[in-house]
Every structure is written in C-alpha cells, then in structure tokens.
T-cell receptor, first 113, second 118 residues
C-alpha cells in the first residue's frame, strides 16, 4: 500500500536551517516532490528529485534522497519568516495510465524571530 | 495570467443540495486532476482525466461526477451534498514528459475551492 509519513510540526528560529523529513513506501516511485502550502492558498511546487539521484540543490533548498531507506528530506537554509507554511512531500506512481501523487501528511513549519 | 483557475473560491451550501466546481488550465496540459484536502490538511486524489478520458478514479462516492468538456477544463459536480463533503477541493494539471526515458508529470495546482456544507 501507499503511505507517506511526515512529522506534523517543526519550529525553527529565523536564520537557522530547517530540515523536513518524509518516509514513503512505494519503491517504484520514480519522482518525489516537495510542495509548499501557505495559509488559505493552493499548493506551490518547490522542487522534485528523480529516484536515481541522491541529492538536488536549488538555491536555499537541498533535497536528499535515501532510496534504500525510502527517506526523503528537504533542507531550507537561512530560514525566513516567509517560509512559514505547510510542506508536503509526495511520491508519484503510475496507475491505469495516469500519474498519481500520494501526499504525505504535511509538516507545519513555524519560523520564529 | 493564472495557470490553473477554479471557481468559485468559496462555496457555502445546505446539506442535500447539488453543486458544481469548475476548473480551467491555460498551460496546454493534457491531464487534469481533482484532489480533496480535509480539515486535517490531508490531501488525496479523487479523479484524473487525460485528453478528456477518465484514467484515475479513486474510491469516491457516486455522488461525485467529474466532467471534462475539453482538455483545458475539468469540472466536478456533487449531488446530495453531505456534511462530510466539507473540504478544500484542488484542481491540478500536468503534461506527460519523458525525461531519461521515464515518465515525469509535474502537477500544477489551482488555488482551491473551499466548500462548507451546513
């Protein structure tokens, strides 16, 4: 079955690094995604990583993938108050000709001054 | 220019009513989706259409009927609304791409429709 787990809350101080973790179960997932949802808003794609990669860096964002342990993490360097949001990881799987995203439970990131 | 748009943004209605939510994308994508986000922020796919053809139908009550008049539109009609239908409904779209000979379809989401059933 598909089950994507995340810790529910993370609180950091402005300027520190944030690390949001995710575990997934579908070993056939070819792409894994990170989305950001600000209060009352839709989902914004942050980044994604192909399953044959270990790491991907995009400005302040670093994604690490441990395929053996099915563990994905998102590191945000120099966290700012504008980074406060819910962060969702998602794994993709092909089903019936379509690409289905299974989302994690979401991690609420709170950035304190 | 909005890439994926939904109407209405808010919808408050009585139990038992029938309502529709509309979604349009101007990205030229060939696949569209409906997701439901419950009060605990849990997101789950409901339907997916590719070129107007239903390709994903998760365990969703028959009261929910998606309709895709063309590739750019995917509407969601809900009959006999129940209290448990209260949620945020997100539309998304994607385009099939082959990267490294593997299928990759990044999904872009609309702003959501907040449905409250009283």
């Amino acid at each position: 079955g598909e089950d994507v787990e995340q810790s529910l809350f993370l609180s950091v101080r402005e300027g520190d690094s944030s690390v949001i973790n995710c575990t997934y179960t579908d070993s056939s997932s070819t792409y894994l995604y990170w989305y950001k949802q600000e209060p009352g808003a839709g989902l914004q794609l942050l980044t994604y990583i192909f399953s044959n990669m270990d790491m991907k860096q995009d400005q302040r964002l670093t994604v690490l993938l441990n395929k053996k342990d099915k563990h994905l993490s998102l590191r945000i360097a120099d966290t700012q108050t504008g980074d406060s949001a819910i962060y969702f990881c998602a794994e993709s799987s092909l089903t019936g000709g379509g690409n289905k995203l299974t989302f994690g439970t979401g991690t609420q990131l709170k950035v304190e001054l | 220019d909005t890439a994926v748009s939904q109407t209405p943004k808010y919808l408050v209605t009585q139990m038992g009513n029938d309502k529709s939510i509309k979604c349009e994308q101007n990205l030229g994508h060939d696949t569209m989706y409906w997701y439901k986000q419950d009060s605990k922020k849990f997101l789950k796919i409901m339907f997916s259409y590719n070129n107007k053809e239903l390709i994903i139908n998760e365990t969703v009550p028959n009261r929910f009927s998606p309709k895709s008049p063309d590739k750019a539109h995917l509407n969601l009609h809900i009959n006999s609304l129940e209290l448990g239908d209260s949620a945020v409904y997100f539309c998304a779209s994607s385009q099939h791409l082959d990267r490294d000979r593997v299928r990759q379809e990044t999904q872009y989401f609309g702003p959501g429709t907040r449905l409250l059933v009283l």
